[in-house]
DNA sequence: GTCTATAGCGGGATAGAC
DNA sequence: GTCTATCCCGCTATAGAC
């Protein structure tokens, strides 16, 4: 199998990516971006036309691995408890391994809004796993296993609650008067204090 | 009372403020904020030395504006759970008034862990009220109105609910397939909404 | 206090040699 | 494919006239 071919076009996707999503320079320029890899800047130009294509190349990316794991779990039969508590730990993993990127994409997202001569990011369609998930969500509701409301509260509820301690981190950690060990021990607790609060009834289920 | 002293440099932090925070346009520019408030563009570094350091002004009034109502209602002697509803209205009306506020101090705080240039955003001290805040937290747990956790958990919980719906929009209005009309629906239902998530037994209570 | 003019840099992109 | 050299632009900041 040739694994001789666009080498430096993947150390350049993989560079971007970490020093974005997991650095968290969200204003790195080309240079920083070339330096970090060890290249030169102009094949930044040479393999992606310009800068634009380039964090459209790395989103699109970095939004397949996101999803690649997480489509798989959210179409697969497991029962709706073990499906949602599998999205939270693949979710939170990708949390970790790059803490950035919900930032990064919010203030993508705005200024695209604003400046029209952009290169789309992301896929039109909406994504198909979410749609499933969602009438499951509305399925339980049904039941009576979670309390009742529209589905997409459920998913707006799960994703904040993951996602917005660690990007507003810094911050909270400023606000709450913690350290960086105790908001890391806080962290931890994330997982079981969600589901607490997602489903209700079953408090104090084990987890496995 | 003198009315009119300081006319400009009022003019200039109030529609930094409105760029910034209200139109989301984050990479706005010196020139763009000038000619947003109709003054010459000098006349910035006139008043503010650099950009940083109106930035810095903006935001600490921003922050000002932010905690001087709600800072009122942690430290009152309301009950708990009207307390919270206080805030929470207080809070989101705010989140209204500037959506872009809080991606904007995200990415900022980020940029500062980085730049270590710029002059200081925040005091340094933790804000009383919060502290205050986050004791009766531990007192209504302790009474078992509320779930037994780490206070933190229900202060994160709370602003991660309010917040986060906001500043990532319109990445959700794609992933949830929904369109303007039924996300502004959706944010008006927050409230009900996150007081049940966070009251779990008095989920049919009234608010008023 | 407000303006014009200008300095200066940093970043993105391209031409062209190798 | 990779490099050097160069262009060009936008942005911040400052000097200096009024």
Redesign the interface.
């Known amino acids: 199998m040739p694994v001789k071919d666009c080498q430096t076009e993947k150390l350049i996707i993989d560079t971007a990516m970490n020093v974005f999503f997991a650095e968290?320079?969200?204003?790195a320029t080309t240079q920083d971006i070339a330096d970090a890899a060890g290249v030169n800047r102009t094949l930044i130009n040479y393999y992606f036309r310009s800068k634009d294509e380039l964090l459209a190349k790395v989103i699109q990316k970095a939004h397949e691995q996101f999803v690649s794991n997480s489509d798989a779990i959210l179409i697969s039969d497991l029962p709706f408890r073990e499906k949602t508590e599998q999205f939270m730990d693949d979710f939170m993993d990708k949390l970790r391994r790059f803490p950035?990127l919900?930032?990064f994409?919010?203030?993508d997202?705005?200024?695209q809004?604003?400046s029209k001569n952009s290169v789309d990011r992301?896929p039109k369609e909406?994504?198909q796993p979410?749609?499933q998930y969602?009438k499951e969500i509305g399925n339980e509701m049904e039941a009576g296993t979670i309390?009742k409301?529209?589905p997409?509260?459920f998913?707006?509820?799960l994703?904040?609650?993951m996602?917005?301690?660690i990007?507003?981190r810094?911050?909270?950690m400023?606000?709450?008067?913690?350290n960086d060990t105790e908001y890391d021990?806080?962290v931890n607790?994330?997982k079981q204090?969600i589901l607490?609060?997602?489903f209700?009834e079953t408090?104090n289920a084990n987890t496995k």
Chains 1, 2 share one sequence.
């Open positions: 968290g320079r969200l204003y950035y919900e930032s994409l919010t203030v997202i705005i200024q809004r604003l992301f909406p994504p979410i749609q969602l309390p409301s529209n997409v509260h998913m707006i509820n994703v904040s609650l996602i917005y301690p990007i507003m810094p911050l909270q400023r606000l709450l008067n913690i021990q806080v607790e994330r204090i607490g609060l997602l209700p408090i």
